[in-house]
Structures are given as C-alpha cells and as structure tokens.
C-alpha cells in the first residue's frame, strides 16, 4: 500500500506567476481535499473532490482552483500568485466522509517572490 | 460558524513527565473532534478521534484525549513523553450535520521534550 505523494516537494514561483501541484491518493481512496497551511499557523481548508467532482470548498478566492482524474490523483492550480500564498500546502486522500481517516501527504512548500 | 482554540503555543516538559495540550471549540452543532500530529518537514498523522460513544479516546503511541461536551473541550494527554514526542500537535474539528467533508484546525501547540 503505498502512501500520498505530493510533487514538487519546494517551488519557488515569482507574484503574478501560475502554478500547478499534484497530489497521489493513497490506493483505494476516491476523495482528495487540498489545505494551506502558513507558517506557525494550523492547515485551512481549501476545497476537496469526490470521484473527480468538487464537493466543498473554503474561503478561498477563485484564482485557487483543482482537478481530480479518474485514477483519484489531484491537482491544484493558483492563478495570479500573490505573496501571501506563500504556504505549505497539503493533500489528504481519504474515503467520502471526515470521519475517515484522512492520510495526509508530505506537502509542497510554495515561495512566491 | 465552527472554530479551534489551542492555548498554548508552545509546551515544554522534560522526559518520562506527564503532558497535558489543551483545545477548545466551539460550534453550533454537534462535532466529530481529532487530533493530528506533525513532525518536522512531514505532513499530519492521525493520533485520535472521538466520533460517539465513550469520552475517553485513546490513540497510538500512548496518547488520549477525554472529550468534555459542557465545557466544549478535547484537551489531549500523555502519561509519560518520550524525546521522540517533540513535534507540533494540531486539534481540528468537523460537522457531524452537514459539512462532513473538511477539518477545521487550530493553529497549533509545539511539545518541546527535553532530556
């Protein structure tokens, strides 16, 4: 059973720039919710997806937006990056509800410039 | 709206001594509660959650959180910590209603385990 992936592992990106990262689910699992997390400050939550459709979202703005495929990997894209997306961000795979256990990805540490 | 306070920032205690981290919540509705471990450059591990049932929930590694509805608590317990228990603990809380689909974090406690 192989655990979630996140790639890249660091990204240095400059304001005003795209960026896309992906995110493996663990094998058997069909949903896949994105989180920020700020430095010193506990993760937020972005949006998820369910069997490639999205299925809740935060209090983000629409520049941050995501796919699911049908193997269940995700990605996440933000447009027009500003500085305060600089973040950890992190996958969880898990089955549909919360009170399943959601298995959490190494994350991807994004600098903006 | 639902939200997690975390009152300590930071907690430092020596070795083999007993560790309490506190957390806080509030919501209009019914809860499921979890706390989530995060060691340096990983992401967060699953130590507990309370879904029904007993108050007492024990987790991996010797950890157990005693849920409190009254005083909408969830404080997380170690009877003796190890060095290798020095990470940052995060408490989070989901609608048992509606909104089952995210976790809603508090900012954090960092445990210091010192020798």
């Known amino acids: 059973e192989t655990g979630v992936t996140q790639s890249p592992t660091h990204l240095i990106k400059t304001r005003g720039q795209q960026v896309t990262l992906r995110c493996s689910s663990q094998s058997g699992h069909n949903t896949v919710s994105w989180y920020q997390q700020a430095l010193g400050q506990g993760p937020q939550f972005i949006f998820q997806y369910y069997r490639e459709e999205e299925n809740g979202r935060g209090n983000f703005p629409p520049r941050f937006s995501g796919l699911q495929f049908p193997n269940y990997s995700s990605e996440l894209n933000v447009n027009a990056l500003e500085l305060d997306d600089s973040a950890l961000y992190l996958c969880?795979?898990?089955?549909?509800?919360?009170?399943?256990?959601?298995?959490f990805g190494p994350g991807t540490r994004l600098t903006v410039t | 709206a639902q939200s997690v306070t975390q009152l300590d920032s930071q907690v430092p205690v020596f070795e083999e001594a007993p560790v309490e981290l506190r957390c806080n919540y509030s919501?209009?509705?019914?809860?499921?509660l979890f706390w989530y471990v995060q060691y340096p450059n990983q992401g967060l591990q699953l130590l507990l959650k309370y879904l029904s049932g007993s108050t007492l929930v024990k987790g991996i590694n010797g950890f157990e959180a005693e849920f409190n509805k009254s005083q909408t608590s969830f404080h997380l317990r170690k009877p003796s910590v190890h060095i290798s228990d020095t990470a940052e603990y995060f408490c989070?809380?989901?609608?048992?209603?509606?909104?089952?689909?995210?976790?809603?974090f508090g900012s954090g406690t960092r445990l210091q385990v010192q020798p």
């Open positions: 969880a795979s898990s089955l549909r509800w919360v009170e399943d256990e959601q298995y």
């Open positions: 989070a809380v989901s609608h048992m209603d509606t909104g089952r689909r995210a976790l809603t």
């Open positions: 919501s209009s509705v019914s809860v499921y």
